[in-house]
Every structure is written in structure tokens, then in C-alpha cells.
């Protein structure tokens, strides 16, 4: 199966607050209370900030099959804020082809040093690429609490372009 990325278009905002809608309350559904689910993404209708949101981050839509399967973003200091699949691609290369992506923008920029806070979905994910727990973390999301990791990844010191 072929996954491809592309970047963000203000036209992708729906689709991709459904598959964050979709993600959490099917997805995550084995590692979080429904009450949990609903706290954390209470509502299915999109809120007016979604595609601004979107388009400050740097985000970049995977796309199989003719469909949007999933979509991830960075900002340009390294801090992954958002990565969805849709649950139906879970575990079919769209969260490591996205990674990729964001990985290697990255590398290109010299950063040396990656950050999020992922979900107990998404902390094994990032654990296979070599990502370590910086903290064990409780959130609150509407009056309920989740935990999260605080996780980092080191790339290695910045290109020395001096001769």
C-alpha cells in the first residue's frame, strides 16, 4: 500500500478534525474511559479556530487509497503538537510515513533536539523511533484527568558549517 504526504490545505480542515474526532473516540477508545474520550474531544462539530490551528503548525496530510488517512504537525522549534490517524490506517505505515516527514524537516533545519507530550496511544509509537519519557504527566481535560508523556528525541548536534 502506497501512503503519500502533502502539505495542509485550509480545505483539509474538516476532514482532519474528523479523523482527530475519530482517533480519539475509536482509536484510543482501549486506553481511556469514555468519560475520558468525551472530555478530551467533547464535541463532533469543528470549532471556528480548527483550520487557523491547522495552518500554523506545520502540518502535513497523509493520504492513501484516494482518502485523507491521517495528518501530523510540528512546529519549527521540533515540538510535534498533533498526530491522528484515522482508525481504520492504524498500524498501516500512515504514522511512520508522516514521521518521516516531520523527521527529516527536522534533521534539515539543524535541530537537534524533538519534543511532545503524547497519549498512551502514541507513546509506543514514538518509543519505536527512539523517543525517551522525560515525565509522566496528568492533564486535566474538562474535568477529567489523562496521562500523558512528556517525551523528547536527541538528533545529534546541528551541521558545523565552518571550515
Known amino acids: 500500500m502506497s501512503v503519500s504526504t502533502r502539505t495542509y490545505h485550509r480545505g483539509d480542515a474538516e476532514t482532519l ?14 486506553h481511556y474511559t469514555d468519560a475520558q474520550l ?3 474531544a467533547p ?5 471556528d479556530s ?3 490551528t491547522m495552518a500554523k503548525l506545520e502540518t502535513w496530510v497523509a493520504e492513501a487509497k484516494g482518502e485523507i488517512a491521517g495528518f501530523m504537525c510540528a512546529t519549527p522549534q521540533g515540538y510535534i503538537d ?3 490517524v484515522r482508525p481504520c490506517w492504524m498500524g498501516r505505515s500512515v504514522a511512520q510515513t508522516l514521521y518521516d516527514v516531520i523527521l527529516k524537516r527536522a534533521r534539515n533545519t539543524d535541530l ?7 497519549s498512551l496511544m502514541a507513546r509506543p509509537f514514538f518509543a519505536r523511533q527512539g523517543w525517551q519519557v522525560d515525565e509522566m ?7 477529567e ?8 528525541l536527541t538528533l545529534g548536534a546541528p551541521h558545523d558549517t565552518t571550515l
Request: charged share 20%; glycine share 4%.
Open 82 to 84: 498533533l498526530a491522528y
Open 137 to 143: 504527566e496528568i492533564v486535566d481535560r474538562n474535568g
Open 38 to 40: 468525551h472530555a478530551w
Open 145 to 152: 484527568q489523562l496521562k500523558r508523556f512528556a517525551m523528547s
Open 43 to 47: 464535541s463532533q462539530d469543528m470549532p
Open 50 to 52: 480548527w483550520p487557523y
Open 17 to 30: 478534525f474528523e479523523i482527530f474526532v475519530e482517533a480519539i473516540h475509536d482509536g484510543a477508545s482501549a
Open 112 to 118: 537537534t533536539r524533538m519534543t511532545t507530550h503524547a
